[in-house]
């Protein structure tokens, strides 16, 4: 699934690798302009809960939001916006959701992450600590008892997340069953502000992949290449019965925990470390090194994609507020709510 903005024009008539890649690259910029507006959101005030921010991580969740296909399932975490996109979300639903309008799949309950679309196989978030994989572990088992082959379930994890007994519990359960599942590990280096090596003692977090005997694979997570490759080559393997697949991204996370969080905990080392790229601009110099865009083509794509989100956040802002008085404070697992709500 790809986002409507991007299903116009020229992009689509492109042969494949460039072409994948310059959807992927502007799904990333339109992910960062799109987090860059949620803050400047929340620093206005407009906000009634957190705002957690990806920059820095757009390439490695565009890779497995692209890497699906519909039908399968996808878990993002906090850090997914590009994702998000990839697969399929409409922008407006994460709009919506961060200004609590109640036309939004939230109805306004919730003020950043917790949405879904779970007809359409994107599921709610639960918590960004591992709680999400026994869910699409529960999706493939259904999956599997209705007869419905050939679908992959992916969800992320943060490496703070790794360390956790949702993480251990599911990892297992899925390498038992043969589950065709996805487990893609963003390794950016701090869990809040807990440095990797306060949270684990092996060398790798791909040494994880052995211990529940599943199949491992790591990458450099500030390289749209190279997590393009080795994500869709993941999701290959799940989907022809290789059984879980877990990749481990290494990359540093370029914003604080949330916004509240200015990240002066972060080594300075470590920004000026090759896992401390920018992968947006690592992409936009592999762009121009091919001749694939000009200065003048990349700053086109990223005025679309100001002009794309401003027109939403436009469009939220003059919808109602949530009305108390109308609230029927129904759980959000009632099925008109996940299943039947017209999200708009
Ligand atoms: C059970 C539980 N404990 C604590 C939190 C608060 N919390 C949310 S994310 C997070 C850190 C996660 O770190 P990591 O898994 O490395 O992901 P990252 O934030 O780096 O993407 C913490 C402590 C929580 N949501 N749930
Ligand atoms: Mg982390």
Same mark, same amino acid.
């Given at each position: 699934?790809?986002? =409507? &903005?991007?299903?116009?024009? =020229? ?16 799904? !990333?910029?339109?992910?960062? +302009? ?9 620093? !206005? ?44 979300? *409409? ?14 799949? !939230? ?34 088992? =259904? ?9 992959? /379930?992916?969800? @992320? ?17 899925? =390498? ?5 599942? +996805? &487990? ?12 990797? $090596?306060?949270?684990?003692? @092996? ?12 199949? /491992?694979?790591? +990458? ?15 999701? $290959? ?17 370029? @914003? ?5 969080? $200015?990240?002066?905990?972060?080594? *300075? ?9 920018? @992968? ?22 990223? $005025? ?41």
């Amino acid at each position: 699934m790809v986002h =409507a &903005l991007l299903d116009q024009g =020229a992009v689509s008539e492109i042969p494949s690798i460039r072409g994948t890649y310059i959807r992927a690259y502007r799904l !990333m910029v339109l992910a960062r +302009v799109l987090d860059d507006k949620f803050a400047s959101l929340y620093r !206005m005030g407009k906000v009634h809960g957190g705002v957690f921010l990806a920059r820095g991580q757009e390439a490695l969740s565009v890779s497995i939001g692209l890497a699906l296909k519909k039908g399968d399932v996808f878990a993002p975490l906090i850090r997914d916006t590009a994702g998000r996109l990839a697969f399929g979300e *409409p922008l407006i639903d994460g709009v919506r959701t961060c200004l609590g309008s109640p036309l939004g799949p !939230m109805r306004g309950r919730d003020g950043n992450v917790h949405r879904g679309r779970p007809r359409d196989g994107l599921l709610a978030m639960i918590s960004h600590l591992g709680a999400m994989i026994s869910v699409v572990n529960g999706t493939l088992f =259904a999956h599997r008892l209705k007869g419905i082959t050939g679908t992959v /379930g992916a969800t @992320c994890l943060g490496d703070g997340g790794t360390s956790t007994g949702a993480f251990h519990e599911a990892l297992n359960q899925a =390498a038992v069953e043969k589950l065709p599942l +996805v &487990l893609i590990i963003a390794d950016n280096q701090y869990a809040y502000s807990t440095p990797t $090596d306060r949270q684990f003692a @092996c060398r790798s977090l791909l040494d994880k992949a052995c211990g529940y005997g599943v199949t /491992g694979d790591s +990458v450099d997570g500030t390289d749209l290449s190279a997590c393009l490759r080795v994500t869709a080559e993941a999701v $290959d393997r799940a989907r022809d019965g290789g059984g879980p697949q877990l990749v481990v991204a290494t990359l540093l996370r370029l @914003c604080g925990h949330g916004e509240h969080d $200015d990240a002066g905990y972060v080594e *300075p080392k470590l920004r000026l470390a090759s896992l401390g790229r920018d @992968c947006l601009k690592v992409a936009e110099a592999h762009l121009l090194e091919r001749e694939w865009a000009d200065a003048a083509l990349l700053a086109s794509w990223r $005025d679309q994609a100001v002009q794309a989100v401003e027109e939403v956040v436009a469009t939220v802002q003059r919808e109602p507020a949530p009305d108390p008085y109308k609230e029927d404070w129904c759980a959000l697992a009632s099925k008109h709510l996940s299943e039947g709500h017209d999200h708009g």
